[in-house]
Structures are given as structure tokens and as C-alpha cells.
Nanobody, 124 residues
Framework: QVQMAESGGGLAQAGGSLKLSCAAS???????????MGWFRQAPGKEREFVAA????????EYADSVRGRFTISRDNTKTTMYLQMNDLKPEDTAVYYC??????????????WGPGTQVTVSS
């Protein structure tokens, strides 16, 4: 399975923007182009939830209702990196964000360990 490391989180004000990245580990880079990928997040005291997914070689994209129209998922297979552009951020977007391969489209993640995640905090 592809292993990813997330980056780009930080502190933003409500209405602001952040762009997250996740890069495949050198050891698993060759798996990235053929793997559907997704973003997930976990807020304090809540279960991890699906945010968005992007197909491997197709243009299939899915978003959670809570982020549709505000977040944009993209990927660069040549750089084995995935992105999440987050606009019009809301305090309820505060969470640790993770990326992972998709086992079953669109929102079931592959099994195995999660990466370190990246913290996003949105102040009101």
C-alpha cells in the first residue's frame, strides 16, 4: 500500500484558505499513480471522517457534503503528491487531516497505519 506524509496545515481565520499536501514515501512512490486517494479528517472527540477522494487515472472525484464547493482535491502523479485546497474555512473544519489510499470507492480507506496527519485549526 502507498504510504503518505501530510503537510501544509496551520492556523487560519474563518473565511480563509489553506492548501494541504501529501507525498508518497520513496519506498511506495511506484504505487501512487495506480491508487485512488482520499483525504480524511478527525476532530477532537470525534471519529475520523471522509473528506474527499480522487480516482487514480480517471477524473472521478467525490466530496463530503460538508466541504463540497469549498474544498478541491487534486493530484500530480508525476510528483506522487496529492493536494487539498481548502477555501472559505469554518471553525468546524478544525481537525487533523490525513490522506490515504482508497480501498473501496469513494470513502473506504485502505487498511494499515495512518500517516502523522497535519493539524488544521480555524479560528472564528
Amino acid at each position: 500500500q502507498v504510504q503518505m506524509a501530510e503537510s501544509g496545515g496551520g492556523l487560519a481565520q474563518a473565511g480563509g484558505s489553506l492548501k494541504l499536501s501529501c507525498a508518497a514515501s520513496e519506498r511506495t512512490q511506484s504505487l501512487f499513480p495506480d491508487t485512488a486517494m482520499g483525504w480524511f479528517r478527525q476532530a477532537p472527540g470525534k471519529e475520523r471522517e471522509f473528506v474527499a477522494a480522487r480516482g487514480a487515472w480517471t477524473s472521478y472525484i467525490e466530496y463530503a457534503d460538508s466541504v463540497r464547493g469549498r474544498f478541491t482535491i487534486s493530484r500530480d502523479n508525476t510528483k506522487t503528491t496529492m493536494y487539498l485546497q481548502m477555501n472559505d474555512l469554518k471553525p468546524e473544519d478544525t481537525a487533523v487531516y490525513y490522506c490515504k489510499g482508497i480501498e473501496r470507492w469513494p470513502s473506504e480507506p485502505q487498511s494499515g497505519p495512518w500517516g502523522p496527519g497535519t493539524q488544521v485549526t480555524v479560528s472564528s
